[in-house]
């Protein structure tokens, strides 16, 4: 497949990935919106999405090595649809995984807690790989996205971490990786010490 032909054929794809965030957009606002009623607050503080471009599609094959062709793109790049929530708690980031298990329009097919096992950087996030279902006029096609759900603390270690990685574009020494290490662990902390105070809170609310 032609470089043309690829992005001629990945623009007709990237409508079909457009359908698809829609549909798990809606499908996590009701979600959401549901469990602010039963629980009585909202556990997200905010959430971003984006579709990749055809740049950003090509780039990520060269750098697994394939060639530029869509089929095997839909079989080897799974986040093409990207979703981050940020929550305030760790409670509230499995809360929300459980959500979306239960959920019968997003089917789950990979998931990685990062969060109890967290990389080597220090990076901690909980990842679902889902399908969501477009309903088109040849019957329904199953899209991939990726959903990443984190505590603010874990979004602002995650932010960090890509920014040094880019600054070095390649190996980063052992010194800089030790230090990221040590200050992951603090930031982890922060995180434990927000749900003991949660913890506290509710305490007083049940009285």
């Known amino acids: ?114 969060i109890k096992n967290p990389k080597k950087s220090g990076y901690s996030s909980y990842h679902l790989i889902v399908l969501i279902p477009v309903y088109l006029t040849s019957g329904i096609k199953y899209m991939e996205a990726e959903i990443q759900i984190r505590t603010v603390t874990m979004d602002f270690w995650a932010s960090l971490d890509h920014k040094i990685r880019y600054k070095f574009q390649g190996e980063i020494p052992d010194e800089v990786k030790e230090e990221m290490e040590k200050y992951s662990k603090e930031v982890q902390t922060i995180d434990e010490k927000m749900l003991s105070l949660l913890e506290i809170v509710n305490k007083y609310n049940q009285k």
């Open 1 to 114: 497949m032609s470089s043309h032909e690829f992005e001629y054929r990945l623009q007709e794809l990237l409508e079909e990935y457009q359908f698809g965030h829609q549909m798990l957009e809606t499908e996590l606002s009701i979600l959401i919106k549901e469990f602010a009623k039963i629980k009585g607050y909202n556990p997200v503080e905010h959430i971003k999405s984006r579709i990749k471009t055809v740049e950003s599609i090509k780039r990520k094959l060269e750098r697994k090595n394939l060639p530029l062709n869509t089929d095997i793109m839909e079989k080897n790049i799974h986040d093409i649809i990207g979703f981050r929530i940020v929550c305030s708690f760790v409670s509230d980031v499995y809360d929300i995984v459980e959500m979306i298990q239960d959920c019968k329009e997003i089917r789950i097919i990979d998931k990685k807690d990062y």
